[in-house]
């Protein structure tokens, strides 16, 4: 069994930081990519951004330059660091864990935490 837990959501106003944690647990070699999804209320789930064991990063166009996504992989854990926030980064961070290396992904979900930004 594989367990992923985000953390670190709450709400922040505009223009402030936040530091999301994400730690994946249970029968786990490595962690081949980390990635941050997020959904806005009446919207569809948006990638935000992943890392891979390489830390080879990418990021959604509208939070590149604010966000960062690092990871350490002795812990399994990826972080986001959310800069600059704005009230359109509100809605529900998922953090995902894919486990395969190769072309078949092998993923796990955490639950979400919300971030809330008011402006």
């Known amino acids: 069994q594989v367990q992923v837990v985000e953390s670190g959501g709450g709400l922040v106003q505009a223009g402030g930081s936040l530091r999301l944690s994400c730690v994946a647990s249970?029968?786990?070699?490595?962690?081949?990519?980390f990635a941050w999804y997020r959904q806005a209320p009446g919207k569809q789930r948006e990638l935000v951004a992943d890392?891979?064991?390489?830390?080879?990063?990418r990021y959604s166009e509208s939070v590149k330059g604010r966000f960062t996504i690092s990871r350490d992989n002795a812990k399994y854990t990826s972080y986001l660091q959310m800069n600059n926030l704005k009230p359109e980064d509100t809605g529900t961070y998922y953090c995902?864990?894919?486990?395969?290396?190769?072309?078949?992904?092998?993923?796990?979900w955490g639950q979400g935490t919300q971030v809330t930004v008011s402006s």
């Open positions: 249970g029968n786990i070699f490595r962690v081949a990519v």
């Open positions: 890392i891979t064991t390489g830390d080879m990063a």
């Open positions: 995902a864990a894919d486990l395969s290396p190769g072309p078949v992904s092998d993923e796990y």
